[in-house]
Structures are given as C-alpha cells and as structure tokens.
C-alpha cells in the first residue's frame, strides 16, 4: 500500500525555467511532509519541509505548496539550475510516536538542462 | 565532523550467509534511523533509536533482521541467512531528538549496498 505517490517518475526543465514536482498522500494521519534530494552515490539530504499548519512554506528557490483537502503537495524550484539535477523525494510523518518514521514517496528524477 | 558514515559501501555475499553492516551517526545526534532501499523506490522506515533504545520496527523487519545500538553511538544492522530479496541499498540516517522538526530532518549516510547471489 503506497501511502505516498509520485506519479511522474521524470522531469525535464530547461534552466531557469520553473519546476514543479507532485506528490499525492492517502493517509490522513500524516501531518507533516518533506522534501528530500538525493545525488548518485549520496544519501538523501533534505531539503524543505511543511506542517499540516500551512499551507506554504519558502526558503529561497524551493516553495513547497500543500492542499490538505486533496492531500497533495508540491515543490516548486524558481529558476532551476543544472546543479538542481538530482532524484527529488517527498516524505510524510505522522504525530504521536511515529516521530521520525517517514514514509518516501518512489522518487522523481528531475533534468535540468543548461 | 564529517556526516552520518556506512561500512561497508558494498557487500556482496550468497544466499544463506550473514552481514552485519555498521553506521556512525553524526556524533551529538541521538536519534539513529535505518531504512531500505530497492531499485525506483523511495526509503523504507525499518528501525528507529534513541539513543541505545530501538523505539520502533516495521513489519518489514522480519526474525532475520536485528539492529543494535549498544552505548547509544554507532549501531549495527545484521542479516542473518539472506535471502535474494534481501539485495537493496541499506540507509542509515541520523537526527537531533528535540522536537518534531529535528526529528524529521534526518541526515543520512551514503548507505550500504547489499547483493545477494
């Protein structure tokens, strides 16, 4: 059971352009979610995150977007950047004693292309 | 201090034979997860510590799979007669305990990869 989607398995921007990844959650408990970046040979390393609270949360290029009414969030990245070329995760947390237990969506492989 | 660090970065072994895989988390981190990883997935929640405690297992955690963390520092992830489906990238991750926003910013290793022939 995928308690967390991403359904575009890939991403192609030209740079400087807007990039926007999706991602849907199915299990209403989760309230907090985060996005999380990762190069090849790395582990992942966060990135943004963003309490069930509000629904907008920016730190400089990276905005995330949350609509708890259609459980679905989303990381913009303005402008993107070649560096920005990584696997882009969203994770979901509920309270309670399951703080630190994340739950990945499959991951989305964002291009940017100079 | 240089990160969450794994050992080793690869194993490859055959069906039936143990591994034991180690993290060192980040050192004033008491808070040491361990996830896995297959091919086109995200990481999958296995275990949680505070400090030498392990809080939580995921069914995912069968009677093969026993992690320790003995003096609440580095901990170890062992695997007892693997299986072919037990092949996937082993991710270590650690945070501060102090709230709920440093719990959830994890800090992972560049993780273990595991094969299984």
């Known amino acids: 059971d995928q308690q967390v989607k991403q359904n575009s398995p890939s991403l192609s921007v030209q740079e400087g352009r807007i990039s926007i990844l999706n991602c849907d959650y199915t299990n209403s408990m989760f309230d907090y979610f985060l996005w999380y970046k990762k190069y090849p040979a790395e582990g992942p390393t966060f990135l943004i995150s963003?309490?069930?609270?509000?629904d907008k949360n920016e730190d400089g290029r990276f905005t995330v977007f949350l609509n708890k009414s259609a459980k679905h969030l989303s990381l913009h990245i303005v402008p993107s950047q070649p560096g920005d070329s990584a696997v882009y995760f969203c994770?979901?947390?509920?309270?309670?004693?399951?703080?630190?237990?994340?739950?990945f969506g499959q991951g989305t492989i964002l291009t940017v292309h100079p | 201090d240089t990160g969450v660090s794994q050992d080793p970065r690869h194993k490859i072994t055959k069906r039936g034979q143990n591994v034991t895989f180690r993290c060192d988390p980040i050192?004033?981190?008491?808070?040491l997860y361990w996830y896995r990883q297959t091919l086109g997935q995200g990481p999958e929640f296995l275990t949680y510590f505070q400090n030498e405690a392990q809080l939580e297992k995921s069914r995912l955690l069968s009677d093969r799979f026993s992690a320790e963390r003995p003096k609440g520092s580095f901990s170890t992830l062992e695997i007892q007669r693997t299986e072919q489906g037990d092949s996937a990238m082993y991710l270590c991750a650690s945070s501060r305990g102090h709230g709920r926003e440093d719990y959830n910013e994890q800090f992972f290793g560049p993780g273990t990869r595991l094969t299984v022939l």
């Open positions: 963003i309490s069930s609270i509000k």
């Open positions: 050192s004033e981190h008491n808070r």
């Open positions: 994770a979901s947390n509920a309270g309670g004693t399951s703080y630190g237990k994340l739950t």
